[in-house]
């Protein structure tokens, strides 16, 4: 089991940056990517960032050039950058682990960003 822990949200005005961090504990070994996801009510989950145990990393095209994604292995911590918040940005954003086997995902619980304009 793998458990992961979101802290940084919070209400921000536009334009603003915020840094989201996932701690991550338990069977770290079996993990490969981890990433951040972010959904909102009504919407499906969508993926933000990934980054994967050897450091490549993929954005979704509303955030690049805004959002940096990165990995503490050390500290078995992913961290999430971000830059130029915009309004269409809040959203509940979830830590999220792959398993390296079978791709399981495991969540964490979510943490509120909010952007006012």
């Known amino acids: 089991q793998v458990q992961l822990v979101e802290s940084g949200g919070g209400l921000v005005q536009a334009g603003g940056s915020l840094r989201l961090s996932c701690a991550a504990s338990?069977?770290?070994?079996?993990?490969?990517?981890m990433g951040w996801y972010r959904q909102t009510p009504g919407k499906q989950r969508e993926l933000v960032a990934i980054?994967?145990?050897?450091?490549?990393?993929n954005y979704a095209d509303s955030v690049k050039g805004r959002f940096t994604i990165s990995r503490d292995n050390a500290k078995n911590t992913v961290y999430l950058q971000m830059y130029s918040l915009e309004p269409e940005d809040t959203a509940v954003y979830y830590c999220?682990?792959?398993?390296?086997?079978?791709?399981?995902?495991?969540w964490g619980q979510g943490t509120q960003v909010t952007v006012s304009s």
């Open positions: 338990g069977s770290i070994f079996s993990i490969n990517a």
């Open positions: 999220n682990a792959q398993r390296a086997w079978d791709n399981f995902n495991y």
């Open positions: 980054i994967t145990s050897g450091g490549s990393t």
